[in-house]
């Protein structure tokens, strides 16, 4: 993997350091293991959605949250967790062990006024739904064009009787 200094977008723009930053943690993320897998696609011109591969986990073992334009999905098995007396349950004799149980952690940096619509977890998939809801001082407006030019009226000139 190649690694990208973005030290001289410092030295030489302003206000950029946010882009600057996603950048960089973009190249961490991308470091890190790929699990669970996951799709973005959009699904309009303002709309996106974001599925994540989380076979055997129940809706109440997942957590979704967005905090500052950070999503994180966070899966914690229960069966991962020893019970309250402290004594590991029955252990399982697997002869090939291929689906991952193991918790996560998946974080996703979104862009300004994009929200979260909603989620529905069907056949080992969690969907998210996404939405980029602009507010109404930012949407483009039309603005009319007058046909007459307004009167200004002044003082007469004073004749010279």
Request: proline content about 6%; glycine content about 8%.
């Amino acid at each position: 993997m190649r690694t990208y200094d973005f030290s001289p977008l410092y030295r030489s723009a302003v206000g950029f350091d946010r882009l600057a930053n996603l950048l960089e943690s973009a190249a961490r993320t991308s470091q890190e293991n790929g699990w669970p897998p996951y799709n973005i696609e959009t699904t309009g011109e303002n709309a996106y959605r974001i599925e994540v591969a989380v076979a055997g986990f129940k809706p109440d073992e997942l957590n979704i949250e967005v905090k500052e334009n950070l999503l994180t999905v966070t899966g914690r098995k229960a069966a991962n967790d020893l019970p309250g007396d402290g004594v590991a349950p029955p252990e399982r004799n697997f002869l090939h062990r291929g689906l991952a149980e193991r918790d996560f952690e998946r974080r996703f940096q979104l862009a300004d006024y994009v929200v979260v619509k909603g989620a529905d977890l069907v056949n080992g998939l969690l969907s998210i739904d996404l939405a980029r809801e602009l507010p109404e001082a930012l949407k483009p407006r039309r603005i009319d064009i007058g046909q007459g030019s307004k009167l200004i009226e002044g003082k007469k000139a004073k004749t010279a009787a």
